[in-house]
């Protein structure tokens, strides 16, 4: 946003600013009478994520005795909330910083970035769509709004939210049946068809999201907030498989003005399929030639303990929310002091 | 050939037989699953905007353009005429290429101009411009309990932008290039 002299001369960034402290103020109270509690889990990680195209900020920590430890800063605190609700935690949620590595720091995009995540255990996605909307209703009954605003468009956020499945949205926006698109071969000709560039290396979700990121996302959520659910099995790493129809996972986002606002999972608690997925990404990794490390064990033996329960969660990018609820600019306008206003570029 | 990593703003793509410079771009991690570069580019014949999504580390066949610091000298018809500040070799770009990036121009500011084939093809600003305010209304009382209220004033370029009302004929004022926004007093 906004360095301190931004805030002091220029009343929209600091009616921004001062949105944000309400909005974060809102979170927790909706939480908190929902019957959550806050949980507040390491920034710095031993064993951070395994996702292969994701890459966390390394740190080295000395001790007194000159040793040296190597840690990586958290690109989300999943595992970290994973690992309470086996300790017994039913509700919890997390309001926190994480970091990603290698990605843009100009305009629209910041290294450095707040997520809520919040679970529920028992819960299901439908659990957590209602939380959702819930949470962003209240915080703009706060801001005195019905509505958000992005790209400077207004979209009504009044009446009960929309819930779509892909498959609806593949006939809809592409005249396609998602059921006939669920091996990469002829996923790859309607990428085709529709302009976009494949290669060999192409993995199935690649191709799906060359074509849902150009095709579908920027209409999702125009005139009301849209949840997807339902994404092809084969994309969802951390989630299970749809009970109705295996060959769907049960995953949902929510889009508001073509905007990606949250990603949920209803998760995985097998262990033994978990490891083999995290394994997996760990050579997809290393064959990418990114750092690797060891899979955090303590996550695989709490999916033991949580085996025979159901638990959903979500990841929600706070700052994205703020830019909604506030109508500001980009991201970089809503977080102060941000890295791409520290290095002036 | 190169890949994504290499895409930046002002780059030339060889895509489908066509050269387009890139507009803006951007990381996406739908989920946590693979990244992709969002790319936004513009036909250098036609100026029509086009948006291809690569995965992230993908080969692109980027061609070479030598990027130079330039400095903006004045608008000549329908072109912009710059000026190489070590060389002092001048070169004037179509304001097509420019589109709406034009506005921001002001004699005596640097700029990056992409150069491909001894033509320019692509313009970067710097993220903050600093203009004086050569025409402003003056504030009206009583309108300032929103906390939000603006108006719009004339920079010493031509350009229009809302600022507070506090702000004053004569000033000096920083606008970001990226959003259109008065950022803050210069």
Redesign the interface.
């Known amino acids: 946003m906004s360095?301190w002299?931004?805030l002091?001369?220029?009343?929209?960034l600091?009616?921004i600013h001062d949105d944000r402290i309400i909005i974060l103020k809102s979170i927790r109270e909706f939480f908190w009478s929902e019957g959550f509690v806050e949980a507040e889990t390491p920034l710095a990680l031993r064993f951070p994520?395994q996702?292969?195209?994701?890459s966390p900020v390394p740190v080295r920590l000395t001790d007194a005795g000159k040793n040296i430890y190597y840690f990586h800063l958290r690109t989300?605190p999943e595992f970290a909330l994973k690992k309470l609700l086996g300790a017994g935690y039913k509700k919890i949620f997390e309001i926190g910083k994480c970091f990603?590595n290698n990605?843009?720091i100009?305009?629209?995009?910041s290294p450095e970035f707040t997520m809520i995540e919040w679970y529920r255990c028992p819960g299901s996605l439908e659990d957590i769509m209602t939380d959702t909307e819930k949470l962003f209703k209240k915080i703009l009954k706060k801001l005195g709004k019905d509505s958000v605003e992005y790209n400077g468009k207004e979209i009504p956020a009044r009446g009960k939210w929309k819930r779509v499945s892909m498959k609806k949205l593949f006939q809809k926006y592409l005249k396609a049946d998602l059921d006939e698109y669920l091996e990469i071969e002829p996923l790859k000709k309607l990428a085709e068809k529709f302009?976009?560039?494949t290669?060999a290396?192409?993995?199935y979700?690649?191709v799906f999201?060359?074509i849902?990121?150009?095709e579908i996302e920027p209409k999702l959520g125009i005139d009301k907030p849209i949840f997807v659910y339902d994404?092809p099995a084969r994309?969802?790493?951390?989630s299970k498989l749809s009970v109705s129809d295996s060959r769907y996972a049960e995953?949902f986002?929510l889009y508001i003005g073509g905007l990606?606002v949250a990603?949920a999972f209803g998760e995985l608690l097998d262990p033994v399929e978990q490891e083999r997925r995290l394994e997996a990404d760990q050579a997809l990794r290393q064959k990418?030639g990114r750092e690797t490390w060891a899979v955090d064990q303590e996550f695989i033996s709490v999916l033991a303990s949580l085996k025979e329960k159901n638990a959903a969660g979500i990841a929600l990018g706070l700052d994205r929310m703020v830019v909604l609820c506030t109508g500001a600019?980009?991201i970089n306008?809503v977080i102060f002091s941000n890295i791409s206003d520290q290095l002036a570029? | 050939m190169l890949s994504t990593a290499d895409i930046r703003k002002g780059a030339v793509i060889h895509?489908?037989n066509d050269l387009y410079a890139v507009v803006?771009?951007?990381?996406?991690?739908?989920?946590?699953?693979?990244?992709?570069t969002?790319t936004r580019m513009k036909h250098l014949g036609s100026g029509k905007v086009?948006?291809?999504?690569?995965?992230?580390?993908?080969?692109v066949d980027i061609v070479s353009v030598e990027f130079q610091t330039m400095r903006y000298l004045y608008k000549a018809g329908d072109n912009f005429a710059f000026m190489n500040n070590t060389t002092y070799e001048q070169i004037e770009m179509n304001g097509d290429l420019i589109g709406d990036d034009a506005k921001y121009l002001k004699e005596g500011i640097d700029v990056i101009i992409g150069i491909y084939e001894g033509i320019p093809v692509s313009i970067q600003l710097p993220?903050k411009i600093t203009y004086k305010v050569v025409e402003a209304p003056p504030a009206v009382k009583g309108d300032s309990a929103g906390?939000?209220?603006?108006k719009e004033i004339v920079c010493d370029n031509g350009l229009h932008v809302q600022v507070?009302i506090f702000i004053k004929e004569g000033e000096e004022i920083l606008v970001n290039t990226?959003?259109?926004?008065?950022?803050?007093?210069a």
């Not at chain 1, 100009?106 to 995009?109: A, L, V």
């Not at chain 2, 086009?50 to 080969?59: N, V």
């Not at chain 2, 990226?178 to 007093?185: D, L, V």
């Open positions: 360095s002299k931004e002091k001369e220029n009343p929209r600091k009616k994520g996702e292969p195209y994701l989300s990603r990605e843009d100009h305009g629209t995009h302009g976009q560039t290669s290396a192409d993995e979700e690649d999201f060359k849902f990121l150009n994404y994309m969802c790493s951390l995953r986002e990606e990603n990418l600019k980009d306008e570029i | 895509h489908n803006d771009f951007q990381h996406v991690n739908p989920g946590k699953g693979a990244a992709f969002r086009i948006e291809i999504t690569y995965k992230s580390g993908e080969a993220k906390g939000n209220v603006t507070p990226e959003t259109g926004q008065y950022s803050a007093r």
